[in-house]
């Protein structure tokens, strides 16, 4: 992956369209501004109850998208990543209606978790107790079998999403026929989508056990020898983040949109200091993406302490609230079907109250932050609560999963401030500082992030108590400083 900017985003969401408008898009409004696209779930349908995070058929591009040969062409000038949802598929997919019907005479019934493979032996109190799920309720659902019989299967997210048995031998061979469509289609990086979640064992939280690290291990070189890089999706606690990234490609900096966040609204960069003296530097760092803001990242867990306190935290998640006009607060915690508790839906726009300059300087620390870049549409076209949207989906993350169209986005381009972040994303991607060495220097209220490559020289200066943000690059014996409130004035 190259260290340029990159953009995640939903085909149909963003363009209003198809796969092709997107290319479009990429080659003319937005053209050199992002080397690779992160193409959110895609395959047939992306309309279930999950935006296509529930896959009837992972290996089926979404028809209303175009077709596999789209894809490939978008990735023949982009480097394409795409999902591979690790954990679960649809219950309305082909295989699971056969084991519906067919029950343990299916060809298809070792491919999905049953609460009985784990636990032969029935399942204790002081098991269940001990499984981690981040949302309430059980993580099993009956369903029917043919003769009266029934079975409890894995549900680790939702009733529609059946974990599969990443163990089994049709498991196996599911992942590596969607490994080997990808390799096909120009597919250059995957993101193993909740992968922490594959491994169930008894006895244990069957959450990033031991047996998942040596999963994810095996996955990423079947992938590698595809010509596949691997990017792991995990939301955790900060130490966890640490370890994984030493076993992986690449992991998500999710403790920095949170922390970001917090030192603007407290005007103390304490705790974003220390965590990015700390943090992975094989990482792809968001502020936000098509799920929520995190909080378990940077929290505390099992009497750990976190890179914030719980008061900490909760004076953040309530200044989300507060700038954001209560509008997060029906997205969020039990509201709006929400199945994400440990999650704040809002835009970072709405997050940061609709300031543009706040806005630009958060995505400033995110550029200079170590990582490659990534920038979520939403985000991209400073994009406000989408609330019409909520009221009818009534699924909180859709808060932050705005529907385009071409008009829509001619208006967001020429908006001062995504004119002034086009301009940041082109600044970051022509200084070759950046695939230099980085520093940081900070107090309370300033942070001095510093890149440096052989002669040139790139340095983030911010200033909370006065509210100054500048940029400077150094080439050799020229100089130049951008100052990002005269970056918005001049847009």
């Keep these: 992956m190259k260290n340029n900017v990159q953009l995640m985003t939903y085909i149909d969401r963003l363009t209003g369209s198809n796969t092709q408008t997107l290319n479009n898009l990429l080659n003319d409004q937005l053209a050199g501004l992002f080397s ?6 895609f395959y047939y349908p992306i309309d279930g109850s999950d935006a296509g995070f529930d896959p009837i058929d992972h290996t089926q591009v979404d028809s209303r998208l175009g077709n596999w040969n789209d894809v490939k ?11 591979l949802i690790v954990n679960h598929m649809s219950a309305q997919s082909k295989e699971f209606k056969d084991v519906l019907s067919q029950g343990k005479k299916s060809p298809y019934w070792d491919l ?9 032996n029935g399942l204790s109190e002081e098991q269940a107790e001990k499984i981690y799920r981040p949302r309430p309720g059980s993580c099993f659902t009956e369903f029917s079998l043919p003769n009266n019989d029934s079975a409890n299967f894995w549900t680790t997210f939702t009733d529609n999403q059946i974990d599969i048995d990443v ?12 490994l080997k469509t990808f390799s096909e289609n120009n597919i250059k990086i995957i993101r193993l989508d909740a992968a922490g979640y594959a491994l169930k064992k008894a006895g244990t939280s069957c959450f990033m056990l031991d047996e998942t690290f040596k999963f994810i291990d095996d996955l990423s070189k079947t992938a590698n020898d595809l010509d596949i890089e691997t990017l792991v999706e995990i939301h955790s606690y900060y130490q966890t983040q640490i370890e994984i990234a030493k076993r992986v490609d690449r992991v998500y900096d999710f403790a920095l949109p949170p922390l970001v966040l917090h030192s603007i609204f407290s005007k103390d960069f304490t705790a974003l200091a220390k965590w990015l ?3 992975p530097k094989n990482c792809i760092t968001v502020l936000d993406t098509h799920d929520g803001i995190g909080i378990i990242d940077v929290g505390p867990m099992n009497g750990k302490a976190g890179l914030l306190n719980e008061e900490q935290i909760d004076k953040l998640v309530e200044t989300i609230h507060v700038n954001s006009a209560g509008e997060s607060k029906m997205a969020t915690g039990a509201a709006a079907s929400n199945v994400d508790l440990y999650q704040v839906n809002c835009t970072y726009y709405d997050a940061l109250g609709q300031n543009d300059f706040d806005y630009l300087m958060a995505r400033a620390i995110q550029f200079f932050a170590p990582g490659t870049p990534q920038v979520y549409y939403a985000g991209l076209l400073a994009e406000k609560n989408a609330m019409e949207l909520l009221s009818k989906s009534n699924v909180g993350r859709d808060i932050n999963r705005p529907y385009l169209d071409t008009n829509g986005i001619e208006q967001a381009l020429n908006k001062p401030f995504t004119k002034a972040l086009i301009q940041l994303i082109k600044l970051r991607n022509s200084c070759e500082a950046f695939n230099g060495e980085f ?21 983030l200066i911010v200033d909370l108590t006065n509210r100054n943000a500048l940029i400077e690059i150094k080439n050799g014996n020229n100089i130049s400083t951008t100052k990002l409130d005269k970056l918005l004035n001049k847009a």
Excluded: C
Excluded at 36 to 41: D, E, N, Q, Y
Excluded at 112 to 120: I, M, Q, R
Excluded at 169 to 176: A, D, F, N
């Design 36 to 41: 690779g696209v992160h193409l959110l779930p």
């Design 73 to 83: 062409v978008l990735g023949e000038g982009h480097e394409l990543m795409a999902d």
């Design 112 to 120: 999905f978790l049953t609460k009985e493979k784990v636990f032969p």
């Design 167 to 178: 163990t089994s031998e049709i498991g196996k061979e599911y992942l590596s026929r969607i």
């Design 277 to 279: 003296t700390i943090s």
């Design 439 to 459: 520093s940081i220097t900070s107090g309370q209220s300033t942070l001095k992030m510093t890149w440096k490559n052989n002669e040139q020289m790139a340095t």
